[in-house]
């Protein structure tokens, strides 16, 4: 399997090349050249095939000759080691819980995917890797756990000091080993903006091999597909395929599932769930697709104005607006409606949702109320206690700490404190050559 860029300026590669370098030099997203169909036998033993098989099946075609299949295996194995609910919660709408994983956010799939074939691409290099990584919260602690202890990767991560949720800071700098915090005195942009200088400094390149874990990796991206499979394997009612809503922001989850429903798997429509920012809301209604500065929420994971993972939509329909439109709906929730739908579901169905899992459950009520036949099934994205300073005081109630993050409580914080300088940062990355 290769890879093109969506800008169509670089040539081909393949998903070593694609997982090493991230982005296309020509600064495009890689995006598979065929999506491969699933034989009919696939879904015949699908019922009682395990996690790992099921994920191994679907990520098979992607990775083509590049990783040798008892590798691979063990790979997905240690990606899907954790269980992924799908859990009733009205007569017709149910939740896929995606965060019974080590850091309690979906992010955790990709990122010990991703971790795990950079692993094995790495062991032919020379040179020790370095994946650098600016974090808002949640993808730091993702990728900070999916990293640690793999061998001849080193990771730094950048976060902005004062910023990100207690817990969230706890994972990111309790680890030790390969993986080193950065607590920026600035803003997630600074951080940001000293990892792209980083990237495009060539007397760095000359000391040290750079990546990045960023969620645009065909790595990070592609295994996002199980999710919708394990959805499905639990789906009772096969006679009626299901509706389902994503939480979104950088849109690649959502975009997993849609290629996921390329390969063949049932999915009847699909719903995108944003916040304020609802630059695809509007793309839908108007087919005029413009960027905005994005807006602060309560469900700050999806505060993206420019969700990178679009082109891979509009690749996966042939740039047909009118097909997508006939795939995917988009409904933008705001602030007040995201409270209230936390509540109620709260008190009426006694499910407790996170604020990004809150907004597509308002989403999926818009939509039934369209089509009040449809079954829905919701991504839950995050667990509540990872977001508890806003959960507690709508509920009035104290968010039980999972047994996962209990002992995170009692460690130590290790950071390296920096102001957002580049040069500073320049010497410490130059440091660890
Ligand atoms: C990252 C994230 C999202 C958005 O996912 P995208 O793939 O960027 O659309 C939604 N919810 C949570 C909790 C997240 O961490």
């Given amino acids: 399997m290769l890879y093109y860029s969506t800008s169509r300026q670089s040539p081909s590669v393949n998903f070593k090349e694609a997982t090493i370098h991230g982005q296309a030099p020509d600064k495009g997203l890689y995006f598979p050249e065929h999506i491969p169909a699933l034989p009919p036998s696939f879904f015949e033993e699908f019922a009682t095939m395990s996690r790992e098989e099921i994920a191994y099946t679907v990520i098979r075609p992607y990775t083509g000759d590049t ?6 295996k063990r790979i997905v194995s240690e990606t899907v ?15 896929l819980e995606l965060y019974h994983g080590p850091t309690l956010a979906f992010k955790d799939v990709g990122a ?11 062991k032919d290099i020379r040179k020790k890797v370095t ?18 202890d793999v061998d001849g990767v080193d990771v730094i991560i950048l976060y902005p000091s ?39 400094d060539d007397e760095l390149a000359q000391h040290l091999f750079l990546t990045s874990a960023n969620s645009i990796n065909v790595a990070r991206w592609l295994p996002q597909q199980f999710y919708y499979f394990f959805a499905y ?15 979104s922001g950088n849109f690649g989850n959502i975009c997993a ?9 049932p999915v009847k429509h699909f719903i995108a769930a944003c916040n304020a920012n609802n630059i695809i809301t509007s793309y839908l209604q108007t087919g005029a697709y413009a960027a905005k500065k994005s807006v602060a929420t309560l469900s700050n994971a999806m505060d993206v104005g420019n969700p990178s993972n679009f082109v891979r939509i509009l690749e996966i329909f042939d740039q047909q607006f009118s097909s997508l439109k006939n795939r995917l709906s988009s409904y933008s929730v705001s602030d007040l409606e995201t409270i209230e739908s936390l509540i109620q579901l709260y008190r009426k169905h006694g499910y407790l949702a996170d604020p990004h899992g809150a907004v597509a459950f308002h989403a999926v009520h818009q939509y039934l109320k369209q089509y009040p036949g449809d079954k829905a099934i919701v991504l839950e994205t995050a ?24 002992g995170l409580l009692l460690q130590k914080k290790i950071s390296i404190k920096m102001d957002a300088d580049y040069a500073v940062f320049k010497n410490l990355l130059l440091s660890r050559e």
Avoid at 233 to 247: F, G, I, L, N
Avoid at 257 to 265: E, N, P, Q, R, V
Wanted: aromatic share 10%; with cysteine; proline share 7%.
């Fill in 67 to 72: 990783i040798p299949d008892a590798e691979l």
């Fill in 81 to 95: 080691n954790f269980p992924f609910p799908l859990v009733q919660v009205e007569d017709n709408v149910y939740a």
């Fill in 112 to 122: 010990r995917f991703m971790s795990r074939c950079l692993g094995y691409f790495v």
């Fill in 131 to 148: 994946v650098l990584v600016a974090t808002s919260g949640d993808t730091g602690g993702a990728v900070a756990s999916g990293f640690y």
């Fill in 162 to 200: 004062g910023k990100v949720s207690s817990i969230q800071e706890l994972q990111l700098t309790t680890l030790g080993k390969n993986i080193t915090a950065l607590e920026v005195d600035g803003s997630f942009d600074d951080c940001q903006d000293l990892v792209k200088k980083a990237f495009t």
């Fill in 233 to 247: 394997q639990q789906w009772k009612d096969k006679e009626h395929a299901p509706v389902v809503c994503v939480p």
């Fill in 257 to 265: 599932g849609l290629l996921a429903s390329h390969s063949g798997l």
């Fill in 383 to 406: 667990h509540p206690v990872k977001f508890y300073d806003v959960v507690e005081p709508m509920i009035h109630e104290k968010v039980p700490i999972p047994g996962a993050i209990k």
